[in-house]
């Protein structure tokens, strides 16, 4: 069993900072966060791997987010900082809890639990 709960989203304008926060309850392979913009496919933009306590980022966003961990409060973090008018989306947290979660950390397959999603919105 296992949950997550994403919060933080706003609009900001561009080139602003924002941090979005997913608590998350039960054992996890890997913690990530998505995002899916207005018609198109839900992407991924980072994953915290609890084994090594690995980090891994999108191309889009790598330099630009930063992801952390409270493992005392089980809950995972997105700082996005420098956004970008592109970086407009409902952002979602998820949980992986299977072996290989860990390998495929960037694939919406591999998780398990997912946060209801929070709307980030940058202006221009």
């Known amino acids: 069993e296992g949950s997550a709960a994403g919060s933080g989203g706003g609009s900001v304008q561009a080139g602003d900072s924002l941090r979005l926060s997913c608590a998350a309850s039960?054992?996890?392979?890997?913690m990530g966060w998505f995002r899916q913009g207005p018609g198109t496919e839900r992407e991924f933009v980072g994953a915290f791997r609890r084994n090594g306590d690995r980090t891994y980022y999108a191309a889009s966003v790598k330099g630009r987010f930063t992801i952390s961990r409270d493992n005392a409060k089980n809950t995972l973090y997105l700082e996005m900082n420098s956004l970008k008018p592109e970086d407009t989306a409902v952002y979602y947290c998820?949980?992986?809890?299977?072996?290989?979660?860990?390998?495929?950390?960037?694939?919406?397959?591999?998780?398990?639990?997912w946060g209801q999603g929070t709307q980030v919105t940058v202006s221009s």
């Open positions: 998820a949980v992986g809890q299977r072996l290989d979660s860990g390998i495929y950390y960037d694939s919406v397959l591999s998780y398990d639990y």
């Open positions: 039960g054992r996890s392979v890997v």
